[in-house]
């Protein structure tokens, strides 16, 4: 089975866990993508989403589904969005499509964050994706030399700028054994916004696709 399939097929799942008249989490990616098509079938029976970047706004939009800022709606019943690494603990790399702040934003105001990736994704270490962080501009060289400090390689992201006009700094060579330290650690620096790790709030449900068909844990 592609990945492509094995999106597809957990952005089925996903539609299990979605109740009329909500207000949606809706993340950024290929797999939210897909995601998005499927919530596109039902969107009669949804009252709208929020989106975690503006091109999952568009493409929602694009759906005829109302795409609604998270002040008008306080917090969301749920949280829908792909990953770019996953432990069995659901602790997750994000980012790799620069989104990360607003993932996290909306993550935090969801009472559940259903991850959804092909199996591809599931880690038994994070680290081997490297490890997103969004920087504010000024700060590129000294974050840089602050990840470096941490055992980390920092490459800067050529050619991106954030939804929230900011850069991307991709740190390799990372080997992750406690992401809720080092999510802490990294937000503690000066100049970073955020960093893609996602445990202090993980995944509530991961659904991973793969030849067996739909795993959750
Ligand atoms: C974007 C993300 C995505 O969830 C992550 O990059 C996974 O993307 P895809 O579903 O395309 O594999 O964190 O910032």
């Given at each position: 089975m592609s990945p492509e399939q094995a999106k597809q097929l957990?952005?089925?799942?996903?539609?299990?866990?979605?109740?009329w008249d909500w207000v949606i989490g809706v993340g950024t990616g290929s797999t939210a993508n897909l995601f998005i098509d499927e919530l596109a079938k039902i969107k009669g029976q949804l009252d709208g989403a929020v989106a975690s970047s503006e091109a999952s706004a568009d493409r929602l939009r694009n759906h005829g589904i109302k795409v609604m800022e998270l002040d008008q709606v306080g917090s969301l019943p749920i949280y829908v969005d792909g990953a770019d690494e996953s432990t069995k603990h659901r602790h997750l790399i994000k980012g790799?499509?620069?989104a990360l702040t607003r993932e996290?934003?909306?993550?935090?105001a969801s009472d559940k964050f259903v991850c959804i990736a092909d199996d591809s994704k599931l880690v038994g270490m994070l680290g081997k994706f490297p490890l997103p962080i969004e920087v504010i501009p000024m700060a590129k060289s000294?974050?840089?030399r602050?990840?470096?400090k941490l055992g980390g390689n920092p490459?800067?992201?050529e050619g991106v700028t954030t939804d929230n006009g900011n850069i991307i700094i991709d740190v390799h060579d990372l080997s992750i054994d406690n992401p809720v330290d080092l999510e802490s650690k990294?937000?503690?620096i000066a100049g970073v916004v955020t960093n893609g790790l996602?445990?202090?709030?993980?995944a509530d449900v991961l659904l991973l696709g793969g030849a067996d068909g739909v795993t959750t844990i």
């Open positions: 957990v952005a089925e799942a996903a539609m299990e866990y979605i109740e790799g499509g620069a996290k934003i909306v993550a935090a000294y974050v840089g602050e990840m470096v490459i800067f992201r990294i937000n503690q996602f445990a202090q709030r993980g």
